[in-house]
């Protein structure tokens, strides 16, 4: 019988489960298949916005959108067109519901939990296709998983649920933490935007009055990329800005060296918010 089982609403950046319905079938399989919700959820940040996992007799499907992924468990026979347009369902009531600031600033698992009534409801109706009402939409959800099929995750790309390194993971065996030259940096906020360009406004005012901007770009280089020892060359860059702007002090009034100043002292701060990216905490999804 081909039915969906289970939904989850899941934070992407750092895997927080944010809402997910109640799973009445505990069958081996499925218990299976919540390993695999787990793995994907640390790595939704990595994946496209829309994807299947085949999994023997269930296949994963889920959605992403604004920070927020929906995944779903179904048996491999549910029509995928059903499977998209149950996700698309749940997305748009999400959204509607919740704000995006409350979704960023969650902290606890499940935090939304009330939006289980919603899921329940809605995995209803789709479990039962004769009293679907909605021929158009599904229409249309048609036409666009054709024109842009959902990325299929393969096991190997994935790793196995033993604990296998998986063709996404940044991780070397053996090693006690990720090599700096592979580590990411969390997503960048507006006030981290904010910092590189100012960054590149100084260093542009700089060169254009004969100066150098040298570590200006060394500030936008240390906003983008990690490296070891970042913070205190961050801190460094600032005292080196600082002494420059000591030096350009008969050049300059008192406005322009507050703006340079200031604009460093902001951009170090927005290096050191901006720290990397660890490894997802296990919320038990």
């Known amino acids: 019988m ?30 299976e298949c919540r390993k695999y919700f787990k793995m994907l959820s640390r790595k939704l940040a990595q994946l496209p916005d829309r994807c299947t996992l085949k ?9 992403s959108s604004l920070g927020v992924s929906y995944m779903m468990l179904c048996t491999e026979n549910y029509p995928n067109v059903l499977a998209f347009s149950f996700l698309d369902e749940l997305q748009k009531e999400f959204i509607t ?59 190997c ?21 990720i090599s700096s030259a592979h580590q990411r940096l969390e997503p960048a906020t507006l006030s981290g935007i904010v910092a590189f360009i100012l960054s590149l406004l100084c260093g542009a005012l700089n060169l254009i009055r004969g100066f150098h901007a040298i570590e200006s770009l060394l500030q ?14 961050s801190f460094l860059t600032l005292g080196l800005i600082c002494l420059c702007n000591m030096y350009l002090y008969e050049l300059r009034n008192l406005w322009q060296l507050f703006f340079h100043v ?6 170090t701060l927005q290096i050191w918010l901006r720290q990397a990216q660890g490894k997802a905490p296990d919320y038990d999804v």
């Open 262 to 267: 200031t604009v460093g002292a902001f951009v």
């Open 220 to 233: 936008c280089y240390l906003l983008v990329y990690y490296t070891s020892w970042r913070n205190v060359k």
């Open 157 to 177: 790309d994935l790793g196995s649920a033993n604990g296998v390194t998986s063709a996404f993971s940044v991780d070397y065996k053996g090693a006690g933490k």
């Open 55 to 63: 999994t023997g007799h269930y296949n994963i499907n889920f959605i």
């Open 97 to 155: 519901t919740y704000n995006m600031m409350k979704t960023n600033t969650a902290v606890r698992p499940y935090c939304f939990i009330e939006f289980d009534n919603f899921i329940q409801r809605t995995k209803q109706r789709y479990n039962n296709p004769r009293s679907l009402s909605t021929k158009i939409n599904l229409s249309d959800m048609q036409t666009e998983i054709k024109l842009r099929p959902p990325y299929q995750i393969s096991m």
């Open 2 to 31: 081909s039915m969906i089982l289970s939904a989850s609403v899941i934070r992407v950046r750092d895997g927080l489960p944010l809402s997910a319905s109640t799973d009445y079938d505990q069958g081996t399989g499925v218990q």
